[in-house]
Nanobody, 115 residues
Framework: VQLVESGGGLVQPGGSLRLSCVGS????????MSWYRQAPGKEREWVAS????????KHADSVQGRFTISRDNAKNTVYLQMISLKLEDTAVYYC?????????WGQGTQVIVSS
């Protein structure tokens, strides 16, 4: 099982990034997918989730209206589109695949928002 995130980088406040997470070694379409982030010195926090069916999505209040989670099961990929980035969005972003008691994590991708 593997989850590989990409798309992080350095961006100015107000800028945009799209993160990707590709899964392998499991039936991607069966799993709910989520994004989390961990800022320096802080605990990991949930950002957004998308269910395996019905395209049901939820976003944390802190990113609502700025971030959008989506998935492409044909590509075994979950995305996080981020716009209007703020300094406080700086963090390592992780994707997670979860189904009942099973969960898998990626290694993370760094997002730095700085002027």
């Amino acid at each position: 099982v593997q989850l590989v995130e990409s798309g992080g980088g350095l961006v100015q406040p107000g800028g945009s990034l799209r993160l990707s997470c590709v899964g392998s070694g499991f039936i991607f379409s069966h799993y709910h997918m989520s994004w989390y982030r961990q800022a320096p010195g802080k605990e990991r926090e949930w950002v957004a989730s998308i269910m395996s069916v019905g395209n049901v999505r939820k976003h944390a209040d802190s990113v609502q209206g700025r971030f959008t989670i989506s998935r492409d099961n044909a590509k075994n990929t979950v995305y996080l589109q981020m716009i209007s980035l703020k300094l406080e969005d700086t963090a390592v972003y992780y994707c997670k695949a979860h189904l009942q008691t099973r969960e898998f994590w990626g290694q993370g991708t760094q997002v730095i928002v700085s002027s």
